[in-house]
């Protein structure tokens, strides 16, 4: 339960620093971003049966909101949108790694079953 868990404390991490430049820039999707990371790692941290789904949806939102608001403070500011694509890539691919690193160590129904 160990790794789950510091996932989540990484994943909180990363949403403080998404809803600080959320609140620094003002930016809507920066917040949500940060919001839905917080609700990874709360599920990481409650390490129970419906985490890892929580998790995975939690983290696959999250990009998709990142994507959605790169593309667009992008095109607003007229900068190069494949650009700004292949950093958010790079920035996305670090949680959603840690996510899944600490989704795929949750237990699962199965486990708890067990005598």
Not at 38 to 66: D, E, K, T
Not at 74 to 96: M, R
């Amino acid at each position: 339960m160990l790794l789950p868990r510091a996932t989540g404390v990484i994943l909180l991490v990363y949403s403080g620093f998404h809803m600080t430049l959320g609140l620094w820039v003002p930016q809507f999707p920066w917040l949500l971003t940060g919001i839905l990371l917080v609700i990874g790692a709360v599920a990481l941290l409650a390490c129970q049966p419906w985490s890892r789904v929580v998790v995975y949806a939690a983290a696959l939102a999250a990009a998709a909101v990142g994507l959605i608001g790169q593309v667009d403070a992008a095109g607003a500011a007229k900068a190069d949108v494949p650009l700004a694509v292949v950093i958010w890539s790079l920035w996305t691919s670090l949680w959603l790694a840690v996510a899944y690193v600490g989704g795929r160590y949750l237990p699962g129904e199965a486990d708890l079953r067990a005598p």
